[in-house]
């Protein structure tokens, strides 16, 4: 019988369970474990309302004290065993566990130094925020989503900002080709981007880029992706492959073993193929299934993907999962007043779409993706979506 699950990592994925495991029920002992000193808090205004100075906190409202949660903050998980949860403040016996360690930044060797920054977590950007003070010369290493909210914020607080981005164009990671779109809207912002170009590594106050360019450099930000945080569970038997690997039902290869989140890698049925996101929405959703799985209950977590993002004057929203798409079609002129989309599909069936300042195409996409469309109608931006 499961008396006492144990939460690892204490995000949004880690709150959210210990909510959904009393929401399902479980009146057993609940601990919640998180290597850092705070109670869980949302990142994603770390790089936009608390990076330009609106907000101090994001403290998820969470009623801990009608949860009945043993609260462990500042104690990291350093092992897994049978039943037994190794920690840097002892071991913790389970019947169940649920692992939601997130996923850290990466940060190249090359790159680190005393005025480098990168972007996770409060601290992150507290430090970043008091770093970008008027007239200051920012490189921000990497366009990717992270880059790009931080350049917003860069050139909204008058610094002089650098992107650079050793792929042919911004967000390429997330969007390919279509992140080219988004060049202009660097230059509008004052931003100087370079793309393809290579940075070597650091000097006192500079960056060296390869072929030896220097960009003088009072602050130096990293965003160049981040890694799952399993290292810590190498060795306990558990398959990882990028990610704690889990099934449909998000249960890991050992019995009573679930996760969810950005750590998690799952089996999506609706995309035959495994997936691993670090989109908020994600988080939410995934641990009412994995509390579901570990309480014995079938459940399985199908989501079709999620994230947004807002970045300079923009506000961009991503739906669908484009792996196994042949086709783009463009729908709206990028730079007009109404916003644009893209959508990618399989033969005629919508796997993804971008919506660019265009919520309501989004919206109705988040329904059609995996039906069939009319490539010529879902061009035509007086087309509703849900009409293509
Ligand atoms: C700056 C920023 C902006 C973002 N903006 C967006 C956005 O606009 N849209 C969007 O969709 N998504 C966004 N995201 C992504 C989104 O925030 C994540 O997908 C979400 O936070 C994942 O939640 P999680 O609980 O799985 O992991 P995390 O939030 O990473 O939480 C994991 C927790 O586990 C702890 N932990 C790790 N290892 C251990 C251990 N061994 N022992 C104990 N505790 C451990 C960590 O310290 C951390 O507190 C953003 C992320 C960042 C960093």
Known sequence: MVQRIVVVGAGLAGARGVQELRAQGFSGEVLLVGAEPHLPYDRPPLSKDVLRGALDSTTLDVPWAELDVDLRSSTTATGLRDGVLDTDRGELGFDGLLLATGARARLPAALAGPDTHVLRTLE?????????????????????????????????????????????????????????????????????????????????????????????????????????????LVGSGLVLDRGVVVDEHLAASRPGVVAAGDCAAWWSRRFATRLRVEHWDDALHAPAVAVSTLLGVPAVHDPVPYFWSEQLGHRLQHVGHAGGADRLVHRGEPGGPDGWAVGWLAGRQLVALLAVDRPRDLAQARKRIGTDVDAERLADPAVPVKAA
Do not use: H, K, M, N
């Open 124 to 232: 992150d950007a507290l430090r970043l925020r008091a770093a970008l003070v008027a007239g200051s010369r920012v490189v921000v290493v990497g366009a990717g989503w992270i880059g790009a909210e931080v350049a917003t914020a860069a050139a909204a607080a008058g610094c002089r900002c650098t992107v650079v981005e050793l792929g042919e164009a911004p967000l390429a990671g997330a969007l390919g080709e279509v992140g080219a779109l988004t060049v202009p809207w660097y230059a509008e912002a004052g931003i100087d981007l370079r793309l393809g170009t290579a940075v070597e590594g650091l000097q006192p106050g500079a960056v060296l880029l390869a072929g030896g360019e220097r960009l003088l450099a009072d602050v130096v930000v990293v965003g160049v992706g981040a890694e799952p945080d399993v290292d810590w």
